[in-house]
C-alpha cells in the first residue's frame, strides 16, 4: 500500500502530558499537510511543509504544537501539555501539486 | 478568504432514489473545487476535483458534480444511491496562500444516511 500512513491511529492521554504523532506520506509527494478536525467540523488546516521546510502556519497553532519534517520525508507532530480542547482527530496529507491524498488520522483524547 | 457552505447538515434518502448534495463557495479568484467523503473513524477520500475546462465533472463511485460559476456552486450528484454511501461528505475550496501551499478550505459536511 502506497498511501499516507499514520501512527498511531488512537491515543489517549491524560491532560498535561506531551503527545506525538507520525505521518509517512506517499514518497514522491513534496508537500505535506497536517489538518485538525474536531467533532461535526470540517478538517481544518494547521500546518504546510515542502520538502523538509516548514512555509506555513495557522494560528491555529498554538506554541504548544511543533511539527517537523526532517529530511524531506516523514513528519512528526507534537503537543506538549495537552488540554481537554486539543482532543480532536489529526489528520496528514500529501500531494504533488494539487489534489490531497489523506490518511486515516490519528484520533486524540484528552482525559 | 475563502469559504465554503453546505447547507445541508444532514440528508436522508433511500436506496435507489437521486442524490443532490449542495456546495457554496467563496473566493475572489477561479477556484480550485473538490469533494471528500468519510466513513465514521476514517480519513478523507476524494471523489472528484474541479480545476479549470469542462464543468461537469466525473468522479468515482459514480458521482458527478458541476461548476456553476454564476451561482458559486459546486453541487454533488448520484442517480442513484446505494446503502454503501451513507457517509459523511465534505466540500473543499483550494486556494495557493502564496507559499505555494493549497491550503483547503472545507465545509461543515453533509452526513448522508440511506434507509433501504
Known amino acids: 500500500d502506497t498511501g499516507v500512513s499514520q501512527n498511531p491511529r488512537h491515543k489517549i492521554t491524560k491532560r498535561g502530558q506531551n503527545v506525538t504523532f507520525r505521518c509517512d506520506p506517499i514518497?514522491?509527494?513534496?508537500?505535506l499537510y497536517w489538518y485538525r478536525q474536531t467533532l461535526g467540523q470540517g478538517p481544518e488546516f494547521l500546518t504546510y511543509f515542502q520538502n523538509e521546510a516548514q512555509l506555513e502556519k495557522s494560528r491555529l497553532l498554538s506554541d504548544r504544537f511543533s511539527a517537523e519534517r526532517p529530511k524531506g520525508s516523514f513528519s512528526t507532530l507534537e503537543i506538549q501539555r495537552t488540554e481537554q480542547g486539543d482532543s480532536a482527530m489529526y489528520l496528514c496529507?500529501?500531494?504533488?501539486?494539487?489534489?490531497?491524498?489523506f490518511g486515516s488520522g490519528t484520533r486524540l483524547t484528552v482525559v | 478568504a475563502q469559504s465554503v457552505t453546505q447547507p445541508d447538515i444532514h440528508i436522508t434518502v433511500s436506496e435507489g432514489a437521486s442524490l443532490e448534495l449542495r456546495c457554496n463557495y467563496s473566493y475572489g479568484a477561479t477556484p480550485y473545487l473538490f469533494w471528500y467523503v468519510q466513513s465514521p473513524g476514517q480519513g478523507l477520500q476524494l471523489l472528484l476535483k474541479?480545476?479549470?475546462?469542462?464543468?461537469l465533472v466525473q468522479g468515482i463511485k459514480g458521482f458527478e458534480a458541476e461548476f456553476k460559476r454564476s451561482q458559486s456552486s459546486f453541487n454533488l450528484r448520484k442517480p442513484s444511491v446505494h446503502w454503501s454511501d451513507a457517509a459523511e461528505y465534505f466540500c473543499a475550496v483550494g486556494a495557493d496562500s502564496g507559499a505555494g501551499s493549497y491550503q483547503l478550505t472545507f465545509g461543515k459536511g453533509t452526513k448522508l444516511s440511506v434507509i433501504p
Open positions: 496529507a500529501s500531494s504533488l501539486a494539487l489534489g490531497y491524498t
Open positions: 474541479y480545476f479549470s475546462g469542462d464543468t
Open positions: 514518497s514522491e509527494h513534496n508537500r
